[in-house]
């Protein structure tokens, strides 16, 4: 069996270096190799694999709910690399969880604590999924994200 910290610790020694990665990409190829019901089981995943009293189970949703005007913000998809989401994720988990208000009051870095990393990753592949579900579903988000499903969009 792998180890479990390997993906969270790999985005962390190269979080600097995903600055030059256009975030629209990450989604598009999460739409291209995962189907609607793959990407939410592994939103499912992602939410178990924090702390119980965590209350993300409950909380996920408002904060989750807090992206909707992303979805259609031409300029963020033009722009946005992966640093830029994963910095916009953190500051909007600190405003919308109680976790992460109490807990992450700052951005973890390579140096931090294995569960900081852990909950930071997994908070990053939660709003990646759940990014990439709403552009599964809808040609429309997929447009204004500027990537395509398919050859037809």
């Excluded at 180890?3 to 190829?29: G, H, W």
């Excluded at 993300?56 to 033009?78: A, C, E, M, P, R």
């Excluded at 908070?123 to 994200?145: G, N, V």
Aim: proline letters at 2%; glycine letters at 2%.
């Amino acid at each position: 069996m792998g180890d479990i910290n390997k993906a969270p610790n790999d985005f962390f020694v190269n979080l600097e270096n995903t600055k030059t990665i256009r975030y629209n990409s990450v989604i598009q190829i999460q739409i291209k190799s995962l189907n609607e019901k793959k990407l939410l089981q592994a939103m499912q995943f992602e939410v178990s694999q924090f702390p119980e009293d965590s209350q993300i189970d409950n909380q996920h949703t408002l904060y989750l709910g807090s992206f909707q005007t992303w979805l259609h913000d031409v300029q963020f998809w033009k722009e946005a690399s992966v640093l830029d989401a994963f910095k916009l994720f953190m500051r909007v988990a600190r405003h919308d969880t109680y976790y992460f208000k109490k807990f992450h009051k700052e951005n973890p870095t390579n140096e931090s604590s294995q569960q900081i990393k852990n909950d930071c990753f997994a908070l990053y592949q939660l709003t990646t999924l759940w990014f990439s579900l709403h552009a599964f579903r809808d040609r429309t988000i997929r447009k204004s994200m500027g990537i395509k499903k398919n050859i037809f969009g």
